[in-house]
């Protein structure tokens, strides 16, 4: 377990040209119109079943196959996410939203190389696309390119000023490389931005254990697993912090959990093995 990266922050696939909000009596229309306003609803199950009706109607249409794709992701089914959006390509080669999305389910299914050759050929085709500069930085963290993830958030910060995820991302990348108080500094702007952003306190709480900052780190992790009690992540750096506080009933709580929602966290494993020994 990398303890400094936090990268892939709770990301939703959204297509860039839905309207924002659809009310239930918008859901009228033809099938592909109908698929639309379900992803513009959030409503990713009725979307797979309307935009499936589109593609049966029209096989050719390409926004419908972006919609499923989606849908498909926010769902965790990643493999026909990018078959989709993949479908979604071959009709038009030149979709740099149908490359973004699949950028976005290759990095959150662990396929980071296929990330980084969507993300690349959507910053390709779309230079103003934010948010693919954003995953992009992500997928560089995983790989453990710190400066190309430090300089795709800046392009991504630099398109978009709010952008929280962009911040926490870079965030982790001078985290990763040891400039402590820059990443202290994105993560603190982050968490203003989206004060809901677990995955900015998750990282800021790295960020204060490898500064010293025991308390601070304390109270950060605390906040991310209050946002996210099911951060396995977090309860065995949160651990990691209550053992160099000296609360060591504490620490193995927290690594127990841990251990819990990953049992094959060797970190968390060979932690608890060593303040469970007998003295």
Known sequence: MNLCRVWIAAAVLAIAAAPLFASPAMAAGTPSEVCTQDIAANNDRAAIDDCTKAIQANPKDGAAFESRCSANGNLGNNTQAVADCTQAIALDPQNSDAFALRC???????????????????????????????????????????????????????????????????????????????????CTRAIELEPTNEAAFASRCSVHLNMGDLKAALAD??????????????????????????????????????????PSDADAQSELKKLTAAP
């Open 221 to 262: 992790c605390d906040r991310a697993l209050e946002l996210d009690p099911k951060d396995e992540a977090t309860y065995y750096r949160r651990g990691l912090v209550n053992e160099s506080l000296g609360n060591k009933a504490q620490a193995v709580a927290d690594l127990k959990r841990a251990l819990s929602l990953d």
């Open 104 to 186: 976005l389910v290759n990095l959150q299914s662990g396929n980071i190389q296929g990330a980084m050759s969507d993300c690349t050929q959507a910053v390709t085709l779309n230079p103003q696309d934010a948010e693919a500069f954003r995953t992009r930085c992500a997928a560089n963290g995983e790989l453990g390119n710190a400066a190309a993830a430090i300089a795709d958030c800046a392009k991504a910060i630099a398109l978009d000023p709010q952008n929280s995820s962009a911040y926490q991302n870079r965030c982790s990348a001078y985290d990763d490389s040891g400039n402590y108080p820059a990443a202290l500094a994105d």
